[in-house]
């Protein structure tokens, strides 16, 4: 379970969160709603171990993340915590998606496994070559291989930022039919930010 104390967000002269508190369970899907500017954003940084971290009180399967040093916070940022967001971020775009997944695996201090990647790609029915570059996929493509990526480095969490809302509809059910039977396969948990209705009500356990 992850639990932030004393949570305080200030944009300017504006006061968001003022020590505020979330616990995320293990398994469940967190979903983050609100309107433009309330702080969603900035947040989700905050969970994923990538904002400032001043007065929160951060807390990983009872370990007190917010005591520890930088590299010991970045460790468990790369190995524990995966993205898919809005549109799909690699290591290096000049690289090839298996030089892509090999980097992620070496950050988050795993050996690549060419089998296991292709095991994985079978259940996320992913079909496309290794050696190709991310300009050559489509967008459902790409967001199936963030979650490879995810899967292949063994994270946990996943940070879902808008992961949907560039897709067709019918790829939109596909990725989160796709992300509902990974949680129950690898017990994985989601914070997920999201503007759509429809997507809260198909795919939230909880809504903060």
Same mark, same amino acid.
């Given at each position: 379970?992850?639990?932030?104390?004393? %949570?305080?967000?200030?944009?300017?002269?504006?006061?968001?969160?003022?020590?505020?508190?979330?616990?995320?369970?293990?398994?469940?899907?967190?979903?983050?709603?609100?309107?433009?500017?309330?702080?969603?954003?900035?947040?989700?940084?905050?969970?994923?171990?990538?904002?400032?971290?001043?007065?929160?009180?951060?807390?990983?399967?009872?370990?007190?993340?917010?005591?520890?040093?930088?590299?010991?916070?970045?460790?468990?940022?790369?190995?524990?915590?995966?993205?898919?967001?809005?549109?799909?971020?690699?290591? /290096? $775009?000049?690289?090839?998606?298996?030089?892509?997944?090999?980097?992620?695996?070496?950050?988050?201090?795993?050996?690549?496994?060419?089998?296991?990647?292709?095991? !994985?790609?079978?259940?996320?029915?992913? /079909?496309?070559?290794?050696?190709?570059?991310?300009? !050559?996929?489509?967008?459902?493509?790409?967001?199936? &291989?963030?979650?490879? $990526?995810?899967?292949?480095?063994?994270?946990?969490?996943?940070?879902?930022?808008?992961?949907? $809302?560039?897709?067709?509809?019918? %790829?939109?059910?596909?990725?989160?039919?796709?992300?509902?039977?990974?949680?129950?396969?690898?017990?994985?948990?989601?914070? &997920? %930010? !999201?503007?759509?209705?429809?997507?809260?009500?198909? &795919?939230?356990?909880? %809504?903060?």
């Amino acid at each position: 379970m992850i639990r932030l104390e004393h %949570i305080h967000l200030q944009f300017a002269d504006r006061t968001l969160l003022e020590d505020e508190c979330l616990c995320l369970r293990e398994g469940r899907v967190h979903v983050l709603m609100g309107r433009s500017g309330s702080g969603k954003t900035t947040l989700l940084n905050e969970i994923a171990l990538n904002g400032s971290g001043q007065s929160l009180v951060y807390e990983w399967n009872g370990i007190e993340v917010s005591v520890l040093c930088e590299e010991k916070k970045a460790q468990l940022r790369r190995a524990q915590i995966g993205y898919v967001m809005q549109d799909l971020e690699v290591i /290096d $775009s000049r690289l090839t998606l298996e030089e892509n997944l090999k980097c992620v695996c070496a950050l988050a201090g795993r050996a690549y496994d060419r089998q296991e990647a292709e095991q !994985t790609m079978r259940m996320l029915r992913l /079909d496309m070559d290794l050696n190709k570059r991310i300009e !050559t996929l489509s967008r459902g493509e790409r967001q199936r &291989f963030a979650l490879l $990526s995810v899967l292949q480095k063994g994270a946990q969490l996943i940070v879902c930022d808008e992961p949907v $809302s560039a897709l067709d509809v019918s %790829i939109q059910a596909q990725i989160l039919n796709l992300l509902k039977e990974l949680q129950a396969e690898f017990n994985l948990s989601y914070i &997920f %930010i !999201t503007h759509d209705l429809s997507v809260v009500n198909h &795919f939230s356990d909880e %809504i903060a």
